[in-house]
């Protein structure tokens, strides 16, 4: 599974962002799929993940109310749509693949993920 995340950009605090991961492969239904981001000087945080039918969602603590995960498997596309941005969520987001996360419950793990993408750069200016 090859993934291109793309949608990111400079905004300003408090407006929404859309950010979308594209997957090639017919394979892509059958993997679970989330969102991480690193900040400057940070390590990789969760931000969300999304089972491989949509039913189940997780958050990380810091986007919980604010950001939402979804899925278009007929696109093969998953999306992270983002309100009431922060400066502190500026940082650099990752979609990846997973075999295996909702089996292992370990989702906020990205040992547990098999494919990343390249990453899109969102600054939420104050």
């Known amino acids: 599974v090859q993934l291109q995340a793309s949608g990111g950009g400079l905004v300003q605090a408090g407006v929404s962002l859309r950010l979308s991961c594209a997957a090639s492969?017919?394979?892509?239904?059958?993997?679970?799929m989330g969102w991480f981001r690193r900040a400057p000087g940070k390590e990789r945080e969760f931000v969300a993940a999304?089972?491989?039918?949509?039913?189940?969602?997780n958050y990380g603590d810091s986007v919980k109310g604010r950001f939402t995960i979804s899925r278009d498997n007929a696109k093969n596309t998953v999306y992270l749509q983002m309100n009431s941005l922060k400066p502190e969520d500026t940082a650099v987001y990752y979609c990846?693949?997973?075999?295996?996360?909702?089996?292992?419950?370990?989702?906020?793990?990205?040992?547990?993920?098999?494919?990343w993408g390249q990453g899109t750069q969102v600054t939420v200016s104050s």
């Open positions: 990846a693949a997973s075999s295996r996360i909702y089996y292992s419950g370990r989702y906020y793990n990205t040992g547990e993920y098999d494919y």
């Open positions: 492969g017919r394979s892509f239904s059958t993997y679970a």
């Open positions: 999304v089972s491989w039918s949509g039913g189940s969602r």
